[in-house]
């Protein structure tokens, strides 16, 4: 017979007591994501508004939700499903079909409360049946290229990008030219501007060094299942801008600084001399950009 | 002071203020388009990318400029600002017209890309056509540039802002 001390550990944990079956477990507290912090307030006083059948202050509250950076997606549809209510409600067809075209991009089944008044469900039922017909909205990203930055401090590039699906976000990816792969960097929406979007590249991914040197980069939106949506340069065919030396006011003035850096260049040079460098200065300076002439014919 | 020296200070200003800065000439480019579209056709839009070794010109000619990841050269418009892109007003009713544009940098290998729009609101790419120029070439014949039609019209808005 085996003696007790050597009862296997599997036998002890076989006969170890079940919560669920003694005494009541502690119930997990529910709390659902788009109720945690400030937003998760203003929804549950949109909410209350539209109870009290207060639909303009609901409107007005929801509205000032959705200028808050940093929502999440749960919070987002959230946001437009009470905004639509309350549209609706208010008879604005309109702007209750624009909120809703967001909130069904991420939630193409949603339904209308049960108790919801007739009228206000034959209208949601019309609006979602359009929505439908719709081809889905293109996402469109507009950019303006970086230019180039000195060494040492953070660069900033906003974005602007239209018709962004809930779920998706748009990316920077950079490297310095010559590595080999992209570190990445998400944007932030900026408060107040609903379709733009920032991001920085903080100052020690850009170290001032003696000699300029190229990032190479390109901003792409994708969904949750990575898919691209739209983009700017891909990994193969990157944007690029220098990163030049502190001090170094733009890439003409490489050559042409040192010059202009040694007062003792100009030392003996006369006014005369001057006079004849800044004639012929402006006589090359005049070949440096040309007008080009088309012709449009029709075949 | 003698008057050698005042004519030759007088030959230093007169070089000084010489013709304009964008007195130069570019090679020009000699556009055809489709007689399929021209009913439909409100303006021209000609913008300049640079990098034309990297770009695959059936690739942009497929779609509007504004959806590919292109560098822009910056032209100068007739108010003297710099911009992506100059529009045109189509107005070839006579089966021909001049454009001009101005402010473009020498010395480099650009693509050319003429983008014709349609005249309805907003408008939609009616075709597309690019040449790679050399510019301040000596030879300065034009390039032949056809804006071929783009049956249907992409999904995208052609405008470059």
Redesign the interface.
Request: hydrophobic share 35%; no cysteine.
């Given at each position: 017979m085996m003696p007790p001390s050597r009862i296997p550990l599997c036998v002890l944990l076989a006969c170890a007591p079940v919560p669920a079956l003694g005494a009541p477990a502690p119930r997990a507290v529910d709390v659902p994501l788009a109720q945690a912090g400030p937003t998760g307030r203003a929804l549950e006083q949109a909410q209350a508004q539209l109870d009290a059948g207060e639909f303009d202050e609901a409107v007005r509250t929801l509205q000032g939700a959705l200028g808050e950076p940093d929502l999440t997606d749960a919070q987002l549809v959230e946001l437009y499903r009470l905004l639509g209510l309350a549209q609706l409600y208010l008879g604005n067809e309109d702007r209750a079909r624009e909120a809703y075209e967001k909130l069904l991009q991420a939630r193409p089944d949603y339904e209308l409360p049960r108790g919801a008044p007739p009228k206000v469900a034959r209208l949601y039922e019309r609006i979602r049946e359009d929505i439908r017909k719709q081809r889905v909205r293109?996402v469109?990203l507009?950019l303006e290229?970086l230019q180039d930055a000195e060494g040492g401090n953070p660069v900033e590039l906003t974005v602007q990008v239209e018709n962004l699906a809930l779920g998706s976000r748009p990316t920077l990816y950079y490297r310095r030219a010559g590595t080999e792969t992209f570190g990445s960097a998400g944007f932030k929406r900026v408060p107040d501007a609903p379709e733009l979007y920032r991001v920085t590249v903080p100052a020690w991914e850009l170290p001032a060094e003696k000699a300029r040197y190229e990032v190479e980069y390109?901003v792409e939106v994708a969904d949750a299942a990575r898919r691209r949506l739209?983009?700017?340069?891909?990994a193969f065919?990157p944007?690029r801008f220098s990163v030049r030396p502190p001090g170094m006011a733009g890439r003409e003035d490489d050559e042409e600084g040192r010059w202009y850096a040694n007062p003792w260049v100009w030392v003996g040079i006369g006014a005369?001399v001057a006079?004849?460098g800044?004639?012929?200065a402006?006589?090359l300076?005049?070949?440096?950009?040309?007008?080009?002439?088309?012709?449009?014919?029709?075949? | 002071m003698s008057a050698r020296w005042n004519a030759l200070l007088l030959w230093l200003a007169c070089a000084a203020c010489g013709p304009g800065p964008d007195s130069g000439s570019v090679q020009g480019l000699e556009i055809l388009l489709s007689r399929a579209y021209v009913d439909r056709l409100g303006s021209f839009q000609v913008s300049i990318l640079a990098g034309a070794d990297g770009l695959d010109r059936e690739a942009v000619e497929k779609t509007c400029v504004t959806s590919q990841a292109v560098t822009y050269v910056q032209q100068v418009d007739g108010s003297g600002q710099k911009v992506k892109a100059r529009t045109f007003e189509a107005s070839v009713a006579g089966g021909q017209q001049e454009l001009k544009l101005a402010g473009i940098p020498f010395g480099r290998e650009y693509l050319f890309v003429v983008e014709a729009l349609s005249s309805d609101e907003p408008a939609v790419l009616l075709g597309s056509g690019s040449a790679r120029v050399l510019t301040f070439q000596g030879d300065l014949r034009p390039v032949p540039l056809t804006v071929g039609a783009l049956a249907p019209a992409p999904a995208c808005d052609p405008r470059i802002r």
């Open positions: 293109p469109k507009e290229p390109y739209a983009g700017r340069g891909d065919n944007l005369g006079a004849a800044a004639g012929v402006l006589l300076g005049q070949q440096q950009t040309g007008t080009a002439t088309l012709t449009v014919r029709v075949q | -």
